[in-house]
């Protein structure tokens, strides 16, 4: 009952920005969390971030790059990244954790060099 829509992908060159959006709808309310997570061609899915009403956690390769944040009305989420390497090319995804999780299409992420 609840889907994941993210956008904000795209090609940069390293050291520039981009800000990815995910729009969650349905029983968003039942949403107890929500990440980000990125796959690279033959590499398993990795944890970015995540955020909580608690707070916002970061994997040490993005920390000081990549800032997790949610708008007011809280059924969206967004990821800023600054000073993007080429290391950072992935399909990037957004999940929300209920009682299980719920994963959006992805969206590419490609820094050239």
């Known amino acids: 009952q609840v889907q994941l829509v993210e956008s904000g992908g795209g090609l940069v060159q390293a050291g520039g920005s981009l800000r990815l959006s995910c729009a969650a709808s349905?029983?968003?309310?039942?949403?107890?969390?929500m990440g980000w997570h990125r796959q690279a061609p033959g590499k398993q899915r990795e944890l970015v971030a995540t955020?909580?009403?608690?707070?916002?956690t970061y994997a040490d390769s993005v920390k000081g790059r990549f800032t997790i944040s949610r708008d007011n009305a809280k059924n969206t989420i967004y990821l800023q990244m600054n000073s993007l390497k080429p290391e950072d090319t992935a399909v990037y995804y957004c999940?929300?954790?209920?009682?299980?999780?719920?994963w959006g299409q992805g969206t590419q992420v490609t820094v050239s060099s």
């Open positions: 349905g029983s968003i309310f039942s949403i107890n969390a």
């Open positions: 999940n929300a954790v209920l009682g299980f999780n719920v």
């Open positions: 955020i909580t009403r608690g707070g916002s």
